[in-house]
C-alpha cells in the first residue's frame, strides 16, 4: 500500500491523502486569504471522508467535475454538514476563482454518496483493489470517524481528527482497531488541556459577572460542533444565549442524527432555551446593546455575525469576547487575542472589551494522543495535521515508535 501526501502534512489545513493513486481520504482546505487547496488535483475511484469540518471535507464537490463520479463514503452527519460548507463556500467566494467547484457540483453528490453506521464494515473498490473499510466514533464532532482501510497486506488506520475525553456533545473515542500503519493527528502535540469542567466553569462565571454588571458577552464559535457545544454548557449553568450564523443550521441539523449525539436530550433542551437570531429589523444591533450572551460565527472572525456585534461592543471593558477556539496565525481573532485590536470595516481599532480565552478544543492532547498511540506501539507511525509534526515523531521515536512526519507532495510505501 502506497500514500501520498496531497495537504495536511506537517501543516493544519486541506487534509487529503491518496491511497494507491485510487482511494481518497479527505480532501479539505486550508482556511486563509485566498483558500488553498491540496496541492494537486486527483482524480481517485472513491473517496472516504472523516468528518464534516472545512479542513478535512471543505473541496469534496471539486471531486465530480466533468465525467467524474467517484463513490463518496461518510456518515450522515458528515453527509449533511459537508453539503452545509460547501453553501456558505460559494456564498463567499462562489463568483470567483477561489471556488473550486459550483452549485451543481454539490448537487451532484447525492448521486454518488453512500452513507454508514459506525462499526459496519463495506468494500469500497478502486483501482482494481477491494479495500474493506470500516468507521470507528473518533469522538470529535457528531460523525466524525477513524478510517480502518484493510487493503490485500496492509491494514491502514485513518486517525482523522479526535479527541479522547468526554464532551457534552459526543464522547471521546474507545475505538482502537489492529493496524499495521497509522496515519495520526497532531494538532495538540505540544497542548496540555485544562480540565474541561473546570474551563466550562470559568466560562460561565464570566458570563454570569459580565451580564450582572451589566456588559455583554460576545463567544465567537465555530458552527460545527462549538456552537453546540456552548449550548449545553450554557444551559448546564442557566445561562440564555443568543445564538446566531450556520450553528443555528447545523444545530438542526445534527439533531436529525441522535445516535451520533452523547444526549440528545440535554441537546434538545439546549435548544429551547437558546434564542435563536433571525438579522431582521435591526435585531443584532439591540442585543449587542443589552448585557447578553451571544454565541455566534466565525470562531476566528473572519467573517459573518460576529462583525455585526464587535463594533458596538468593543469600547467598553464591561463587555467581554470569550474565544473558545484555536485561532490560527493571521485571522483576525489571532489579532485581537494577542494584541487587543481588529480590523472593522477597513480600519483597524483598538478593543477596550475584555478578551478571554478558552480551551474547548475537541482534538486530543498531548496525553491523549500519546494514549491513543499506546495501542500501536508495533504499527508505522505518520505524523500529520499540526505545526510541529516533525517534532513530535521525534519525540515518538525516542520512545521506541516507528514514526515519521511526512512532507507535502510525498510518497510512502507502507
Same mark, same amino acid.
Not at 263 to 269: F, V
Not at 349 to 358: D, I, K, L, N
Not at 372 to 380: C, E, H, I, Q, T
Given at each position: 500500500?502506497?500514500?501520498?501526501?496531497?495537504?495536511?502534512?506537517?501543516?493544519?489545513?486541506?487534509?487529503?491523502?491518496?491511497?494507491?493513486?485510487?482511494?481518497?481520504?479527505?480532501?479539505?482546505?486550508?482556511?486563509?486569504?485566498?483558500?488553498?487547496?491540496?496541492?494537486?488535483?486527483?482524480?481517485?475511484?472513491?473517496?472516504?471522508?472523516?468528518?464534516?469540518?472545512?479542513?478535512?471535507?471543505?473541496?469534496?464537490?471539486?471531486?465530480?467535475?466533468?465525467?467524474?463520479?467517484?463513490?463518496?463514503?461518510?456518515?450522515?452527519?458528515?453527509?449533511?454538514?459537508?453539503?452545509?460548507?460547501?453553501?456558505?463556500?460559494?456564498?463567499?467566494?462562489?463568483?470567483?476563482?477561489?471556488?473550486?467547484?459550483?452549485?451543481?457540483?454539490?448537487?451532484?453528490?447525492?448521486?454518488?454518496?453512500? $452513507?454508514?453506521?459506525?462499526?459496519?464494515?463495506?468494500?469500497?473498490?478502486?483501482?482494481?483493489?477491494?479495500?474493506?473499510?470500516?468507521?470507528?466514533?473518533?469522538?470529535?464532532?457528531?460523525?466524525?470517524?477513524?478510517?480502518?482501510?484493510?487493503?490485500?497486506?496492509?491494514?491502514?488506520?485513518?486517525?482523522?481528527?479526535?479527541?479522547?475525553?468526554?464532551?457534552?456533545?459526543?464522547?471521546?473515542?474507545?475505538?482502537?482497531?489492529?493496524?499495521?500503519?497509522?496515519?495520526?493527528?497532531?494538532?495538540?502535540?505540544?497542548?496540555?488541556?485544562?480540565?474541561? $469542567?473546570?474551563?466550562?466553569?470559568?466560562?460561565?462565571?464570566?458570563?454570569?459577572?459580565?451580564?450582572?454588571?451589566?456588559?455583554?458577552?460576545?463567544?465567537?464559535?465555530?458552527?460545527?460542533?462549538?456552537?453546540?457545544?456552548?449550548?449545553?454548557?450554557?444551559?448546564?449553568?442557566?445561562?440564555?444565549?443568543?445564538?446566531?450564523?450556520?450553528?443555528?443550521?447545523?444545530?438542526?441539523?445534527?439533531?436529525?442524527?441522535?445516535?451520533?449525539?452523547?444526549?440528545?436530550?440535554?441537546?434538545?433542551?439546549?435548544?429551547?432555551?437558546?434564542?435563536?437570531?433571525?438579522?431582521?429589523?435591526?435585531?443584532?444591533?439591540?442585543?449587542?446593546?443589552?448585557?447578553?450572551?451571544?454565541?455566534?460565527?466565525?470562531?476566528?472572525?473572519?467573517?459573518?455575525?460576529?462583525?455585526?456585534?464587535?463594533?458596538?461592543?468593543?469600547?467598553?471593558?464591561?463587555?467581554?469576547?470569550?474565544?473558545?477556539?484555536?485561532?490560527?496565525?493571521?485571522?483576525?481573532?489571532?489579532?485581537?487575542?494577542?494584541?487587543?485590536?481588529?480590523?472593522?470595516?477597513?480600519?483597524?481599532?483598538?478593543?477596550?472589551?475584555?478578551?478571554?480565552?478558552?480551551?474547548?478544543?475537541?482534538?486530543?492532547? $498531548?496525553?491523549?494522543?500519546?494514549?491513543?498511540?499506546?495501542?500501536?506501539?508495533?504499527?508505522?507511525?505518520?505524523?500529520?495535521?499540526?505545526?510541529?509534526?516533525?517534532?513530535?515523531?521525534?519525540?515518538?521515536?525516542?520512545?521506541?515508535?516507528?514514526?515519521?512526519?511526512?512532507?507535502?507532495?510525498?510518497?510512502?510505501?507502507?
Amino acid at each position: 500500500m502506497e500514500v501520498e501526501f496531497l495537504g495536511g502534512a506537517r501543516e493544519v489545513g486541506r487534509s487529503a491523502v491518496l491511497v494507491d493513486d485510487a482511494l481518497l481520504l479527505d480532501y479539505g482546505l486550508l482556511t486563509a486569504d485566498p483558500p488553498r487547496y491540496p496541492v494537486r488535483d486527483p482524480e481517485p475511484d472513491a473517496v472516504v471522508v472523516s468528518h464534516g469540518h472545512l479542513d478535512h471535507a471543505g473541496a469534496v464537490p471539486a471531486l465530480l467535475k466533468g465525467d467524474r463520479r467517484p463513490a463518496i463514503h461518510w456518515t450522515p452527519p458528515t453527509a449533511d454538514l459537508t453539503r452545509t460548507l460547501a453553501r456558505d463556500t460559494l456564498k463567499l467566494h462562489g463568483n470567483s476563482p477561489l471556488c473550486p467547484f459550483s452549485e451543481e457540483h454539490v448537487a451532484r453528490l447525492g448521486e454518488v454518496e453512500a $452513507r454508514h453506521a459506525y462499526g459496519e464494515p463495506f468494500v469500497v473498490e478502486a483501482g482494481g483493489i477491494d479495500y474493506e473499510v470500516t468507521l470507528f466514533d473518533a469522538g470529535h464532532i457528531p460523525g466524525s470517524a477513524h478510517v480502518l482501510i484493510e487493503g490485500p497486506d496492509t491494514r491502514l488506520l485513518y486517525t482523522g481528527d479526535f479527541h479522547t475525553d468526554d464532551q457534552r456533545l459526543v464522547s471521546g473515542t474507545t475505538a482502537r482497531p489492529d493496524a499495521d500503519a497509522v496515519i495520526c493527528e497532531s494538532t495538540y502535540a505540544d497542548v496540555s488541556h485544562e480540565d474541561r $469542567r473546570a474551563v466550562e466553569d470559568r466560562w460561565a462565571e464570566s458570563v454570569k459577572t459580565t451580564t450582572w454588571e451589566g456588559g455583554a458577552v460576545v463567544a465567537p464559535a465555530f458552527a460545527i460542533g462549538r456552537t453546540q457545544e456552548l449550548m449545553l454548557v450554557a444551559d448546564a449553568n442557566d445561562l440564555t444565549p443568543y445564538v446566531d450564523g450556520m450553528g443555528t443550521e447545523v444545530t438542526r441539523l445534527v439533531r436529525q442524527s441522535p445516535e451520533f449525539l452523547r444526549d440528545p436530550e440535554a441537546l434538545r433542551r439546549a435548544k429551547g432555551a437558546a434564542r435563536f437570531v433571525t438579522g431582521r429589523d435591526g435585531q443584532r444591533e439591540r442585543i449587542a446593546g443589552d448585557n447578553e450572551l451571544i454565541i455566534t460565527t466565525s470562531g476566528m472572525l473572519a467573517g459573518g455575525p460576529v462583525h455585526s456585534y464587535l463594533p458596538k461592543i468593543r469600547g467598553s471593558p464591561t463587555n467581554a469576547v470569550t474565544l473558545t477556539g484555536y485561532q490560527v496565525e493571521g485571522t483576525p481573532g489571532r489579532e485581537l487575542q494577542e494584541h487587543g485590536r481588529l480590523a472593522i470595516n477597513g480600519q483597524v481599532r483598538p478593543v477596550s472589551a475584555r478578551v478571554e480565552s478558552y480551551d474547548f478544543s475537541a482534538h486530543a492532547d $498531548r496525553e491523549g494522543l500519546e494514549s491513543f498511540l499506546d495501542s500501536y506501539r508495533g504499527a508505522r507511525v505518520l505524523v500529520n495535521h499540526g505545526d510541529r509534526c516533525e517534532a513530535f515523531a521525534e519525540d515518538l521515536r525516542a520512545d521506541g515508535y516507528d514514526a515519521s512526519a511526512p512532507e507535502i507532495g510525498e510518497r510512502t510505501e507502507l
